[in-house]
């Protein structure tokens, strides 16, 4: 079974997460799918870095310390909403559930106030469907060209 290591995101990843931020299939992908600018995303980076209503983890993987990808949260209340961008060369290895599962966890030791988490993956975007399905995330409802999925704290993490 894959594992991976979550910690904070910190300066040092903002060069990687804008390469990967700006990988046509993350562009397809995104909800903002437009080209992002090295400013707007070191503004953005920085900023996401301070905000007490936002968490950045990266995902490394243990035997080579490799950077997986980014897990970002926005939390709302008792609430928190959550998306994953994975480098690209590390797509399709089977690493996105188990990023997303073991971020969820470190996440919670940290925000235990978080009674749902909340994901809208565009309704193009199966693999991610099905990635977060795999984390324990169940289907809510359509709406436009997104479907949303939550994970509760009564929902159990599957990986």
């Not at 594992?3 to 562009?27: E, G, H, K, T, Y």
């Not at 399709?92 to 940290?110: N, V």
């Amino acid at each position: 079974m894959k594992s991976v290591i979550v910690r904070n995101a910190d300066q040092l990843d903002c060069n990687d997460v804008f390469d990967w931020r700006n990988d046509p299939m993350s562009i397809k992908m995104s909800h903002n799918s437009k080209h992002v600018s090295w400013n707007e995303h070191l503004a953005w980076f920085s900023g996401s870095l301070k905000d007490p209503s936002r968490a950045l983890f990266v995902c490394e993987d243990p035997s080579s310390n490799i950077k997986i990808g980014i897990v970002r949260f926005d939390l709302i209340d008792d609430s928190s909403t959550v998306s994953i961008n994975l480098a690209p060369d590390m797509r399709g290895k089977g690493f996105s559930a188990i990023c997303l599962t073991s971020s969820i966890d470190f996440f919670r030791k940290r925000f235990p106030h978080i009674s749902v988490i909340n994901a809208t993956i565009k309704s193009s975007n199966i693999k991610s469907q099905k990635s977060f399905t795999r984390a324990g995330f169940a289907f809510k409802k359509k709406n436009g060209d997104t479907k949303l999925y939550a994970l509760t704290n009564n929902s159990k993490n599957m990986t």
